[in-house]
């Protein structure tokens, strides 16, 4: 059972279509919350719609390209006008790593990757920031990190260099917009059973007995719905004195 924390709140899921973000939508509709899924992958995410629709839960679906100001922008737009504000935001979407070593990276992708993992981030909190204050002040912003801002591994040099700016930038946002009430957290997930994962272990050959053991003191990979919840508690009232702080979900791979 979820208990209702999100109970008349507005809630914006960007990366919903798939993986962590589907589970982040689907569970915060579970805590009452109005969802607005947002992805660029229009298909997988009105199923998401869909799935929360029928298990009670009140969403809509949003295309976005997140590296796009005006679109992002638009996004928010759309949470106020279909839902009336915006409380809560979990900026999740980001892409797949890159998979060479520094000396070899590829700089078209480390500019896709840059845009909207580091960037598209960064816009997302500039417009959500924007309608938090305008609403005069109030609200919660989660973005998701990863271990990989904290603790690299090889053959990342763009994906870890952009979830270390992740880190920063929460943390920025967090001391800026604290005086309005608004708060700014981060979640630092581990590996993580979603299509992204199953695409890295795909690339490097592995399979989940041989590596899950190293990345987990617990033996397994994470289910996306353990990382919701961090986000839920920390976009709730619940977390109310918490701002500035980046929570693994991890199981204590970084603690090793
Ligand atoms: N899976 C893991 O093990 C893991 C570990 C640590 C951190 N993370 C982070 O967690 C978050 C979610 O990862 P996931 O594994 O669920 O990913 P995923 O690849 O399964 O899903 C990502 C979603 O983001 C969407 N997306 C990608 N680019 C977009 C854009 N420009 N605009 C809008 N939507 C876009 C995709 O369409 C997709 O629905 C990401 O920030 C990722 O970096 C994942």
Same mark, same amino acid.
């Given at each position: 059972?979820?208990?209702?924390?999100?109970?008349?709140?507005? *809630?914006?899921?960007?990366?919903?279509?798939?993986?962590?973000?589907?589970?982040?939508?689907?569970?915060?509709?579970? *805590?009452?919350?109005?969802?607005?899924?947002?992805?660029?992958?229009?298909? &997988?995410? &009105?199923?998401?719609?869909?799935?929360?629709?029928?298990?009670?839960?009140?969403? *809509?679906?949003?295309?976005?390209?997140?590296?796009?100001?005006?679109?992002?922008?638009?996004?928010?737009?759309?949470?106020?006008?279909?839902?009336?504000?915006?409380?809560?935001?979990?900026?999740?979407?980001?892409?797949?790593?890159?998979?060479?070593?520094?000396?070899?990276?590829?700089?078209?992708?480390?500019? &896709?990757?840059?845009?909207?993992?580091?960037?598209?981030?960064?816009?997302?909190?500039?417009?959500?920031?924007?309608?938090?204050?305008?609403?005069?002040?109030?609200?919660?912003?989660?973005?998701?990190?990863?271990?990989?801002?904290?603790?690299?591994?090889?053959?990342?040099?763009?994906?870890?260099?952009?979830?270390?700016?992740?880190?920063?930038?929460?943390?920025?946002?967090?001391?800026?917009?604290?005086?309005?009430?608004?708060?700014?957290?981060?979640?630092?997930?581990?590996?993580?059973?979603?299509?992204?994962?199953?695409?890295?272990?795909?690339?490097?050959?592995?399979?989940?007995?041989?590596?899950?053991?190293?990345?987990?003191?617990?033996?397994?990979?994470?289910?996306?719905?353990?990382?919701?919840?961090?986000?839920?508690?920390?976009?709730?009232?619940?977390?109310?004195?918490?701002?500035?702080?980046?929570?693994?979900?991890?199981?204590?791979?970084?603690?090793?």
């Amino acid at each position: 059972m979820t208990f209702p924390v999100l109970e008349g709140k507005v *809630a914006i899921v960007t990366g919903a279509a798939m993986g962590m973000g589907a589970a982040t939508a689907e569970l915060f509709a579970e *805590a009452g919350a109005r969802v607005l899924a947002a992805d660029m992958n229009e298909e &997988r995410g &009105r199923d998401v719609v869909r799935r929360i629709e029928a298990a009670g839960g009140t969403a *809509a679906f949003h295309g976005v390209d997140i590296s796009d100001s005006a679109q992002v922008e638009g996004m928010v737009r759309t949470a106020v006008d279909t839902f009336g504000r915006l409380d809560t935001a979990v900026n999740n979407a980001a892409l797949t790593p890159d998979d060479r070593l520094t000396a070899e990276f590829d700089e078209d992708y480390w500019d &896709r990757l840059m845009s909207v993992d580091l960037k598209g981030t960064a816009l997302c909190l500039k417009h959500e920031l924007r309608q938090l204050v305008a609403q005069g002040g109030g609200g919660s912003i989660v973005n998701i990190s990863s271990v990989s801002g904290f603790r690299p591994q090889p053959a990342n040099p763009a994906y870890v260099a952009a979830k270390h700016g992740v880190n920063g930038l929460t943390k920025t946002a967090a001391l800026e917009y604290g005086p309005q009430q608004i708060r700014v957290n981060a979640v630092a997930p581990g590996a993580i059973d979603t299509p992204m994962l199953r695409g890295a272990l795909e690339q490097f050959g592995f399979t989940e007995e041989e590596y899950a053991p190293q990345l987990s003191l617990l033996g397994r990979f994470g289910q996306p719905r353990e990382v919701a919840q961090a986000s839920l508690w920390l976009a709730s009232d619940q977390s109310s004195y918490v701002t500035g702080s980046v929570i693994h979900v991890d199981a204590g791979y970084t603690s090793r």
